[in-house]
């Protein structure tokens, strides 16, 4: 790996930059309809995605959020270590006596929003798979 440029430091600040300032804008505009502010801050990393952002301005969108190199490393670190700790926070914030008493019915919905999706692609997947899996001559 190559040490880190002037450059990658200051695309990496811009680029989180960009982030918190429009995740935090969107969540305070949406927390004033009456929302949860996460919808915002989702609504803000679709908006600044490859989906949208990337598909208005794909030579501002590539400078911003490099694909490669020691940018694209610092962005993919600290995504990584983002959802880390968001996973530990919403693990600590549950109750666990809650947990217990919904039990049965919570494991029913959980095994129920894994298992009939799952199952549903690997029938569609199993007896057609032309039109949706890879050409028949890929092995």
């Known amino acids: 790996m190559t040490p880190l440029a002037p450059h990658d430091i200051t695309v990496f600040l811009l680029a989180l930059g960009t982030l918190l300032l429009i995740a935090r804008g969107l969540g305070e505009v949406v927390r004033a309809l009456g929302l949860p502010s996460v919808l915002g801050e ?51 914030e549950i109750d666990l006596a809650t947990v217990w008493r919904q039990g049965k019915t919570a494991a029913l919905v959980a095994l129920g929003g894994m298992i009939l999706p799952f199952s549903f692609a690997f029938a569609v ?15």
């Open 125 to 139: 997947a199993w007896y057609l798979p032309d039109q949706v899996g890879a050409p028949a001559d890929v092995p």
């Open 42 to 92: 989702i609504a803000a990393g679709i908006l600044l995605g490859p989906t949208f952002f990337g598909y208005l301005a794909p030579n501002l969108y590539a400078s911003l959020f490099p694909s490669d190199g020691n940018g694209y490393l610092l962005l993919s670190g600290l995504t990584t270590l983002a959802i880390v700790l968001f996973l530990l926070v919403a693990g600590i």
